[in-house]
């Protein structure tokens, strides 16, 4: 052996983007090239970024496998670094090749830690290690896998076991992961939707303050909310007496009931119209007057959802609602969307009238920064703290055993941080 080791730096061209973009899948295929070369892994750790791409590493007793993905160009980069006589780096080459259905693949073998230019050094292995160390076991092995949500400044990841549900709709791509401390988890085109564990936060508050604010709510509307959050804790009010909900993407419906079922509890409840349409469209046809309460229950305003943050859709949900009526909508994070979410505070007030359009927040740990805003305008005089009877609120929360909402979470949701105020000049 005339190196410590070799380390074969590979390009693979044309690949299947969607293998590089499947992060699950990208890891399998690192594994099994360790595997197959005859390395013993000790960890593994890999990263999908939104919109796309893939990084990891495998660590082997025999030093490591990196990867780093362009699905956009069906480019890969691959670091094989193996050290010993006993693990070939040229199989897990093929072995990768193959995986990812590449066209065509190049490598570079540089020798690492050539013998001839190192000198051994004499030294007692006892100084270096305490007791316990020196014994030899079983290498502890660890598996990190990870989903995250990024823009260019902030990341938020999770760890997970693997994507349970993986579709591109019309619409956008669907995913349901598995996560590992919150629960099965909806994202859309690489953004999270709703998670088991805290989507009881986001629901709550969508439709609870709202709800319980306008005098005599009859008719609702929920715009979007297809994994099914929002009609679940509407139809917990009972003196409404029809729930309208038009979501644009069965595939969304699809997905939850199959892996969000808590959530997606409500959806084949008869006492919900459910409508697969344009929501954008289903308002537009709407009488006038004709609900008492609108939810807005979007994604980020990318993709399908870009429509339901327009200045003309605002104006036709103001139409659509009676008198009293009440608009909700996510209107994002402050501190994460902030121009989004500066831009859209204005377009309300243009709508409903500056005194009648307020911000609340709710705290969401899988959202981006875990500070989440509601808007809430009313074309009416229905004050969302003035006059809010707290008695009533405080009742519905128990008896429903809520587990965010409650008559001083409503009203302190409504307390703003300076920085949100100035934000929106209030
Ligand atoms: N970035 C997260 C925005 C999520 C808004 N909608 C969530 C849908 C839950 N019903």
Redesign the pocket.
């Known amino acids: 052996m005339a190196s410590l080791g070799r380390h074969i730096i590979v390009e693979y061209y044309d690949c299947s983007p969607e293998t590089l973009n499947d992060v699950t899948r990208i890891q399998e295929s690192m594994e099994g090239a360790a595997n197959k070369a005859g390395a013993t892994i000790i960890n593994s750790t890999f990263h999908h970024f939104s919109p796309y791409g893939v990084s990891g590493v495998v660590v082997i007793e025999e030093s490591h496998l990196a990867i780093h993905t362009w699905p956009e160009y069906g480019y890969a980069s691959v670091d094989l670094f193996t050290c010993g006589e006993s693990v070939d780096p040229w199989i897990s080459y093929q072995f990768l090749k193959e995986a990812f259905e590449a066209a065509h693949g190049s490598a570079v073998e540089l020798k690492r830690g050539e013998l001839a230019l190192l000198t051994r050094k004499d030294f007692d292995i006892k100084q270096l290690r305490d007791d316990k160390s020196t014994e030899v076991g079983d290498p502890i092995r660890t598996k990190d896998v990870w989903f995250t ?1 990024r823009d260019d400044k902030i990341a938020l990841s999770m760890k997970h076991n693997g994507k349970l549900y993986d579709e591109q709709s019309d619409f956008q791509r669907v995913e349901v992961y598995n996560t590992q401390a919150y629960g099965n988890m ?1 994202t ?1 085109d690489g ?4 998670t088991e564990k805290d ?1 009881y936060v ?2 709550e508050m ?1 439709t609870h303050v709202p709800t319980l604010t306008h005098p005599n709510p009859k008719r609702a509307l929920i715009i ?7 009609a679940r804790e509407m139809l917990k009010h009972e003196s409404l007496e029809e729930v309208v909900m038009v979501e644009i993407d069965d595939k969304v419906i699809e997905a939850c009931k199959l892996h969000l079922p808590r ?1 997606a509890s409500a959806l084949d409840n008869p006492k919900l119209n459910l409508i697969v349409d344009d929501g954008i469209k289903y308002v537009k046809d709407a009488a006038d007057g004709s609900f008492d309460i609108v939810i807005v ?4 305003p990318v993709g399908p ?1 870009e429509g339901l943050f327009s200045v003309a859709f605002y104006k036709e949900v103001y139409r659509i609602l009676s008198p009293d009526g009440v608009m909700i909508t ?1 209107s ?2 402050p501190r ?2 902030n121009k989004v979410f500066k831009e859209i505070y204005q377009v309300y007030r243009s709508i409903f009238g500056v005194n009648n359009v307020h911000c609340y927040l709710a705290y ?1 740990p ?3 920064t875990g500070m ?1 805003s509601f808007s809430y305008s009313s074309k009416g005089n229905a004050h969302p703290i003035e006059g809010f009877d707290l008695e009533k609120s405080k009742a519905f929360a128990e008896a429903n055993d809520l587990s965010y909402y409650n008559e001083q979470i409503h009203t302190s949701a409504f307390a703003l941080p300076n920085f949100v105020k100035k934000m929106i000049n209030q």
Not at 224 to 230: F, L, S
Not at 297 to 300: F, G, P, Q, R
Request: net charge negative; glycine share 14%; hydrophobic share 30%.
């Open positions: 949500e909806l859309l953004m999270v939707m709703t989507e986001y629901h969508i979007g909310g297809g994994d099914g959050g929002t959530i229950d979007s994604t980020d959802a996510q994002e994070s994460f969307n969401i899988t959202y981006p989440w």
